[in-house]
Structure formats: C-alpha cells, structure tokens
C-alpha cells in the first residue's frame, strides 16, 4: 500500500452538538483518526473574521497534515461524510458553516491536469464566487490567496511546495499582505481541553 501525505484545512463558525466551532474542530480531528487517516499534525486553532464581511461570526480555523493509504478522491469523500456528520449543508458558497474541511494537497499530486489546475487558480474574483469544479482540483486553486489556509499550515507545513508555482507555504504566506496575516489571530485554548 502507498502511504501518501495529505494537507487539509480545517473550519467552522457555527455551533453543532460537539459545542462551538473550536470544540468542533477537534471531533473532526477524532473523526479523520477513527475513519483510517493518520494525523500527523495539527496546526493552532486560529480565529479569523467571517468572509465575506458580515456574514457570520468569526471563523475557527486550524490546518492538519494526515497521512494514509488512500486516494484524493478517498479522503474527498472521507471528509465529505465527516461535514455531514457534524451538520455541513451546502446551501451557500462562503456561507456561514458547522464544518468546512477542505482537501489542499496529496503530496505533490496535480488533478485532474495542470491545465485544468491552473486555469482554476488563474479565476477572475467574481467567477470565484459562483463557480464550483465538477471534479477534485489539486492543489486547491485558492490556497495561495488565504489567510485563513496559510497562516495555520505554516504551524504544520511551512516547507510544503506547490507543484506548479514552485513557491512553498512559507512564500505563499509571506506574499499575502501583512493585515491578511494579522487579521488570523491564534486563540487562546484551555490546555485541559485541547487533547484530541
């Protein structure tokens, strides 16, 4: 079996039965281990403010690093089943949310084509916000633009290279403006309650 690596991003700003946003990040977290997935890390839990402005409470969003034998598609649907399962419906692109798991990376896997990767990446502002892919686009095509994706992933995958840009999670991150950055402000966590 090939074991690959994969990055996810982790959030949410509305309550579920695990409790609030944070404690509904790490039954996520309990989830992926139990549904075969390694974690191998997991970034702080960061608060961020709703996007678009005004349209929630401030996010909860944390970064992990897993590892298994699966395929994309795999951990696709692993995640898919564990949104549903803490009350995910998507009703609204960039809508309030209990739970947002996003597939950013298998290693150095580009899906479905380069082309097609690239195109995605390269989408006017106002496409971004209407059109959604019919298939897994790998990397996701808006990690280098994110805050919110970047600043926890540089807890858990700072070295991490995209396979097109050539540029690494640290750049990516460094190239975002300095209030972009500002405004992922790490929570303070009760160390009682932070295991997984």
Known sequence: MH????????????PTAAGGADQTLQAALRDIAAAGLQVLAVSRFFATPCFPAGAGPDYVNAAARLAGGHTPQEVLQILHRIEARHGRKRLQRWGGRTLDLDLLAAG???????????????LPAE????????????PHPRIQDRAFVLVPLCDVAPDWIHPLTG?????????????????VRPLQRDPANSGL
């Open 3 to 14: 074991i690959q690596e994969f990055l996810i991003a982790l959030g949410g700003n509305l």
């Open 108 to 122: 150095d896997t580009v899906l479905p084509d380069a082309a097609t990767q690239a195109a995605w990446r390269d």
């Open 127 to 138: 496409r971004q916000a209407r059109d959604v892919p019919d298939r897994l686009i790998l």
């Open 167 to 183: 540029q690494t999670v640290a750049q990516m991150c460094a190239a975002l403006s300095a209030a972009d950055r500002a405004a």
